[in-house]
């Protein structure tokens, strides 16, 4: 039997108790610093990587970084003579997102999300077009795949920064470069199309962005699949009308679908053929013929929160490649815009326009922090679990938990000891679906138990 543990979360708000948007980041505690490839050799450098300081309020995350990471960055195969430099980044990212308008807030170029070692995310778009006409943009993935370092990342003027999702590319089943064989990188996280994605980041709308695995169901049920984007090829052979179904100019054609084209960048770069993909426009978003919404995001239960949250996630394809729209291609809640900031270029020049002017608080990264801020009397994680599983506890450990499936039926009484013991408690005995837990206090928690 599988030791499993898991969450009996209150009956509160998403995100009192279990409290990701804090637990995720990656603190930097021992002082590291980033190191990148010159030539056969890997050199540190002078500033620190991943996240510096995490402070919040009730209503909001400020985390401080550098925007270097601690895994190897360089060298970057188109020529791009740039290197990771530290940004000074300071983001703000709201604790209790709110839908946006109908239809989202469409991302634009820079920096539209933070991975959680503090790197900063960009959309599909590589800022160009085909002939500069504004119609066909490029699509980053394509034109820029040559100028990645192993871990799928590249600097904008030092502004280290993913396009898609944050693996190595010989963690593909079809790498679509070998950049890794002599410049290795360990990237932010490795595909396991066994377990639940992690939580790699948050948008500036504060929903969280997962890896590219998931469970099948949005209640956490039908085991671990690929979370397929609903954002499909358009069948297209010629390119004269937009998505939406906008017949275009001649003069506003796109190239014919494999026809050759020079890159705008880099300078000098050889003519590719603009496969179908190759440009944002190539795509359309076909409702229902995948898990995800026109954001790349659902609606489900997930390991970080158990009682269901609305994430995105970093979609790959059967082969584990970036696939468009790779993050989302919109936001769908209400955005924090100081993230921001001013200046030309993209990103705004690379920094942010968010200053703190509330009462904060320092996260120290422990699990105390958690008990101790919201009189959980006690911890374990994750949830949901099997029946397969038995399940442990940390913290304030309750005297007594009597457990009701979802009839208000007591199928479960678990003592004190039986909770504390080193055995642990099995669940074979209890059916799949939601359970309420009550301690000798009143208060009520639930668990979701599924199918293994």
């Known amino acids: 039997m599988r030791t499993l543990l898991f969450f009996c979360l209150s009956i509160l708000p998403v995100g009192l108790l279990a409290q990701p948007e804090l637990e995720a980041w990656l603190l930097n505690t021992d002082g590291a610093t980033g190191q990148y490839w010159n030539g056969n050799s890997l050199v540190p450098m002078q500033d620190e990587c991943d996240v510096q300081l995490v ?5 909001n995350v400020y985390v401080h970084a550098t925007g270097i ?4 960055t360089a060298p970057f195969p188109d020529g791009n003579p740039s290197q990771a430099t530290a940004q000074d980044y300071l983001f703000q990212i709201p604790r209790n997102p709110q839908e946006g308008p109908a239809g989202g807030t469409a991302t634009g170029l820079g920096h539209t999300g933070v991975l959680i070692n503090g790197v900063v995310i960009f959309n599909a778009q590589d800022a160009f077009s085909y002939n500069n006409q504004g119609f066909w943009h490029q699509n980053g993935g394509f034109f820029e795949n040559d100028g990645f370092d192993c871990a799928k990342g590249h600097p904008a003027m030092g502004r280290y920064h993913h396009h898609q999702v944050p693996t190595r590319f010989d963690d593909s089943l079809a790498p679509t470069s070998d950049v890794c064989g002599d410049f290795p990188s360990e990237a932010l996280f490795t595909v396991d199309p066994s377990a639940h994605s992690p939580l790699i980041g948050y948008a500036f709308d504060g929903y969280p962005i997962y890896g590219p695995y998931g469970f099948a169901n949005a209640d956490g049920s039908g085991g671990v699949v690929r979370i397929e984007t609903s954002w499909q090829l358009r069948d297209i052979a010629v ?11 001649p003069n506003q054609y796109g190239p014919d679908v494999g026809e050759l084209v020079t890159p705008a960048i880099p300078p000098g ?10 440009y944002i426009e190539d795509h359309e978003y076909v409702e229902g013929s995948g898990h995800l919404d026109e954001f790349n995001g659902r609606f489900a239960v997930t390991p970080e929160y158990p009682e269901g949250a609305y994430a995105y996630y970093a979609t790959v394809d059967a082969d584990h ?3 468009y729209p790779y993050f989302y291609p919109a936001y769908r809640g209400v955005v924090e815009t100081d993230n921001f900031g001013g200046g030309p270029g993209p990103g705004g020049g690379g920094g942010t326009n968010v200053t703190i002017d509330e009462e904060v608080e320092t996260w120290t990264g422990e699990v105390s922090d958690i008990l101790v801020q919201n009189g959980a009397p006690f911890f374990a994680y994750p949830n949901p679990a099997s029946r397969s599983d038995v399940v442990r506890f940390s913290g304030r450990v309750p005297d007594q938990l009597v457990v009701r499936d979802a009839a208000g039926r007591v199928v479960a009484e678990w003592k004190t000891a039986e909770l504390a013991g080193p055995a642990g408690m099995a ?5 799949p679906g939601i359970h309420t837990c009550t301690d000798a206090s009143g208060s009520a928690r639930t668990l979701l138990i599924i199918d293994p």
Do not use: I, K, W
């Open 427 to 431: 669940l074979d005995g209890l059916s």
């Open 239 to 249: 390119r004269h009308t937009l998505p939406d179904g906008t017949e275009l100019a």
């Open 321 to 323: 490649n970036g696939q």
């Open 269 to 278: 770069a050889a003519p590719v053929a603009a496969v179908l993909g190759a």
């Open 55 to 59: 402070q919040y309020s009730a209503d």
């Open 69 to 72: 990471p601690r895994y190897a």
